[in-house]
């Protein structure tokens, strides 16, 4: 029996052993990238839909490794969320994001809001983060009212009177609050009724096929006449097409986003674009 379980042993350890060899290692990386702030935002603009205006920018992280070159939100957001490591990089892209657009409007960008991500490790701790957001600010003498956070439905729910709460502490601050990936949680709609949210982000997943399937029409229609009764803006992001563009036209959307527009790009070659008169 001892013989067999050594098989055993020698027969699941090397796949189990290179998963958890891989994750260690990348978090060993991703510490040593917070200590050496190997990080920079990207920023794509978010534009008025009417007037084609850019109204805001959204800061999108970028991981630049020496060796690996530039590794993806979606590979190490996830483990920096499970390891608590987001809380460091969190902070650091809310003070980056008011460094950056305070430069690039000192040298004549217009003043748009940027917009950042807030994972759900950072919401639980909403005092530290509405604590971090005032000193950002402040430090940078950023006005709150070009500053906006975006949250996913998820991260919302928990507890519904500590996250009124956390989002009115943020409210008095004067900041705008963007529900992102909006139509993909599990969450009731009641909760846009209690909180005090400014934007709707509708996940780019309705925009795909938009103007091929019946169901995402009906959604992304229901989604801005909701938002429309309940005086909260919609963005659509994710637009890609022209085709994309009529359709939410046609019913009335407030915002785009997407690379229809412009991919996300970093704050001087936004400045470029911006003063080439590729954005207005
Ligand atoms: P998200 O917040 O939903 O961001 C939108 C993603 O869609 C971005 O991917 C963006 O580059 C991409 N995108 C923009 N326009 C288009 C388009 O027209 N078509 C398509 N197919 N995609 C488009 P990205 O930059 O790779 O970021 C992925 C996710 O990583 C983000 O999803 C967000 O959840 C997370 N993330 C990024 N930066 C941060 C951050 O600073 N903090 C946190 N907590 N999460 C972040
Ligand atoms: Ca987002
Ligand atoms: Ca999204
Ligand atoms: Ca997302």
Redesign the pocket.
């Given at each position: 029996a001892k013989e067999e379980g050594k098989n055993n042993f020698q027969f699941f350890m090397p796949t189990m052993n290179k998963q958890a060899h891989h994750r260690l290692l990348l978090e060993n990386k991703l510490r040593n990238a917070i200590e050496k702030n190997h990080f920079q935002?990207?920023y794509?603009p978010q534009l008025d839909l009417k007037t084609g205006d850019v109204v805001g920018t959204?800061?999108?992280?970028?991981w630049f490794d020496p060796e690996q070159g530039m590794i993806?939100?979606?590979e190490f957001?996830p483990l920096?969320?499970d390891t608590g490591l987001?809380g460091q990089?969190?902070d650091w892209?809310i003070d980056a994001a008011c460094r950056d657009m305070k430069a690039l409007q000192a040298k004549g960008f217009p003043q748009v809001k940027v917009a950042?991500?807030?994972?759900a490790f950072?919401f639980r701790h909403g005092k530290h983060l509405t604590e971090v957001i005032r000193q950002s600010l402040e430090e940078h003498d950023y006005p709150a009212k070009l500053f906006a956070l975006?949250l996913?439905e998820s991260i919302l729910i928990d507890d519904v009177n500590e996250t009124l709460n956390i989002l009115n502490s943020m409210r008095d601050l004067g900041i705008t609050l963007a529900i992102?990936?909006f139509g993909t949680g599990y969450s009731s709609l009641s909760y846009l009724k209690q909180f005090p949210i400014d934007i709707l982000?509708i996940?780019?997943s309705f925009i795909?096929d938009i103007t091929t399937d019946a169901s995402d029409k009906a959604i992304v229609s229901a989604i801005i006449a909701m938002a429309q009764q309940l005086d909260i803006d919609v963005l659509a992001?994710?637009?890609?097409t022209l085709e994309h563009q009529a359709f939410l036209q046609s019913q009335g959307c407030d915002y785009v986003?997407?690379?229809?527009y412009c991919?996300?790009i970093p704050a001087d070659e936004l400045f470029d674009h911006w003063q080439k008169k590729q954005l207005t």
């Open positions: 935002l990207f794509q959204e800061a999108l992280i970028r993806s939100p979606a957001i920096a969320e987001i990089i969190g892209v950042i991500n807030v994972s950072q975006e996913t992102d990936d982000k996940d780019q795909r992001e994710g637009v890609e986003q997407g690379y229809l991919r996300p």
